[in-house]
């Protein structure tokens, strides 16, 4: 899934941080709310402006992110 054009981010919006369409939820709420054991169903019944398309961008966001993450151990800390 594409999230391009779904999550927004706007220097003055929510501290720069990626939301939904524009709107002040962020990124980090949906991944919140799904890591407490919330269903999209009831994400989108307690936030009626967001889609379960709206969702699944978040989740496509935070992978795509994950996938470019590279962490450097320096020689002197790497496990032996």
Known sequence: MSYQGIITIEPGKR???PCVRRL????GDVLGWLAAGMS???IV?????LTEQ???ACLAYAAD???RLVT???RHE???
């Open 45 to 49: 019944d307690d936030y009626p402006e």
């Open 78 to 80: 790497a496990p032996v």
């Open 40 to 42: 999209y169903q009831e």
């Open 65 to 67: 992110l994950e996938r």
């Open 15 to 17: 501290g720069g941080k």
């Open 24 to 27: 002040r939820i962020t990124v």
């Open 72 to 74: 450097v151990i320096p």
């Open 54 to 56: 709206d969702i699944r």
